[in-house]
């Protein structure tokens, strides 16, 4: 199982949100490469970067630093926030991005998230981001009225080969993972899930451990990390294979 650190980037500066909410953030850097390159050398395979204002906004904002965090860094890095179009996808992996998270894209056109999973099946994501099991959208402003599971079965059926589950509700409160929505979206999908949101403590990431068996392949971990509840190196070494 992949722990991946989240990078959130707003106006250029290292923040969290609590529950997704864009007023209430807590900036931790004002270097996002910085903190890049600190989780790389502590031994993550992978970095999530995420355009908060792109996410906000509609469109990628904080392209330049993302360039940068991928140009500083030998590990893939996949990137979230703002992604729109056919073109900012391939703007994105022209600059070296390994893999783009979709969100409110795939929520509003189904067809064309098939199109892009048809020209680029195995580096796009999907983000399902629910409120109390219910799918949201722009940048967690809006709420539709798919349900989590059912619309990750969707997902599959026309194409997805990895998704990202995040619960708002816990994103950034340090409370703990919903365990039991994340159990819900891996009964319903066959293909590899990655967890977000309310990650505090090394005891969350063996709790969910326990679900790789079923399909969880990472979790997403940032405030815990950024408040130093634990070390990356730590949850790393979790995660690693037993014998």
């Known amino acids: 199982m992949i722990i991946f650190p989240a990078i959130d980037i707003k106006e250029g500066k290292v923040v969290r949100l609590s529950q997704g909410k864009f007023h209430e953030s807590t900036i931790y850097s004002s270097d ?24 906000e906004q509609g469109e990628i904002k904080n392209l330049a630093a993302i360039e940068k965090i991928v140009k500083s860094v030998k590990i893939p890095v996949q990137m ?27 929520v509003e056109n189904r067809e064309s998230l098939k199109k ?28 539709s009225n798919l349900r989590g599971d059912a619309f990750a079965k969707e997902l599959e059926q026309i194409g997805l080969k990895t998704l990202i589950y995040t619960d708002i509700a816990r994103d950034g409160t340090l409370t703990g993972p919903n ?44 405030k815990a990390l950024y408040e130093g509840r634990f070390e990356l190196t730590d949850a790393i070494k979790l995660c690693l294979p037993k014998g």
């Open 80 to 106: 979230g926030g703002g992604i729109r179009t056919h073109d900012d996808i391939a703007r994105l992996f022209a600059c070296g991005v390994a893999r783009v998270i979709l969100g409110t894209k795939a």
């Open 32 to 55: 996002p490469v910085l903190i890049a390159r600190k989780w790389a050398s502590s031994g993550a395979a992978w970095l999530h970067v995420i355009d908060l204002d792109g996410a």
């Open 179 to 222: 365990i039991k929505g994340i159990a819900e979206i891996l009964k319903a999908v066959k293909i590899p899930v990655i967890a977000s949101g309310g990650i505090s403590q090394l005891d969350d990431i063996i709790a969910l451990k326990e679900l790789e068996p079923n399909g969880l392949n990472g979790i997403i971990i940032g």
């Open 116 to 143: 892009l999973l048809e020209e680029w099946p195995e580096k796009i994501i999907v983000s399902l981001d629910c409120s109390r099991g219910i799918v949201t959208q722009k940048g967690w402003t809006a709420v």
